[in-house]
């Protein structure tokens, strides 16, 4: 077995589970200034059973990386210090923010901007991230050699755009399955507004990354690659025309999963882009690795974590599925 590359495989297993599961509520917490409070109660509450076992897939990924891909995570770490503190504390501030704005009347608004605030942020900082490992990591022999703001560029910086417009996206089709009425309706609109941005910047993407990095071209365009270059445009095309019709025909379920399908076929094309490095251009998934012998150790762990995070996630979105309204939230004024 080619263990170094189950754990890679494991490892973006974790990290896309993170981004379609915490997208939504990270996206629901961007569109918080703009509701009423009614409305914010309600929003808030759909996310309330889920948001943060939603976080546990971050956990998996980041601790995953340190275990399984020390040499990497000695490198990544250091490129990214500041947007990981930042987002950490953001992920921190939000939680807080979450939990008190149900025990105090006078001071919600508070909270409320802070959840919105530590969402919005966080959203930003993983998009910068994103955009980092992109644009490529300054290695020297086995430690990073770059500057303490590498991380910041223009294509980070769109990054960091992207990613957020794709969690409003996540967040609001997400309340179109949960919610009815009134805030539906804005969700419905709120919807097209960011299903079309999300589509331009993944366009954008597509077409600069092949163009801005050789490396980038040449893994595309280079034969079995190239298949997967053909039919990933493809298959996006149809999943975003599907997306559009289900906004125009008010349909429930559709635009929230074919949002999830945009998702993941980019992060398709993102696994392509930098395969097989684990970090881009300097150091391939075979030589981040640990030993052999800790790789296995690790992957029978894991054998019987997954299906147990992935056992009590599916369990408690089954327990609270249905729609969410003012009459039947999960907290209460006197929580």
Known sequence: MDLALIWAGI?????????????????VGILFPFASADEKDVMINTIAPVWDGNETWLVLGGGGLFAVFPLAYAIIMPALYMPLIIMLLALVFRGVA???RFKT???RFVWDWSFFAGSLVAALMQGLMLGAVLQGIKVDGRAYAGGWFD???PFSIFCAFALAVGYVALGSTWLILKTSGPLQDWQYRVARISVFLLLACIGFVSVYLPWAFESIQLRWFSFPNTIVFILLPIFAAYTAWRLLKALTLRSERLPYFATIALFILSGIG????????????????????????SLLFLLVGSAVLIPMIL???????WVFRGKMDKANLYHADHV
Do not use: H, N
């Open 151 to 153: 991380w910041l560029t």
């Open 311 to 317: 056992a009590y996630t599916a369990y408690s979105y």
């Open 98 to 100: 979450f939990e008190f």
């Open 11 to 27: 490892l973006a297993f974790a990290v896309g589970m993170y981004v379609i599961l915490d997208g939504f509520d990270l996206g």
């Open 270 to 293: 993102f696994g392509i882009s930098i395969f097989p490095y684990m970090v881009p251009q300097s150091v391939t998934i075979w030589q981040a690795a640990a030993p052999d012998d």
């Open 105 to 107: 009347k006078r001071g």
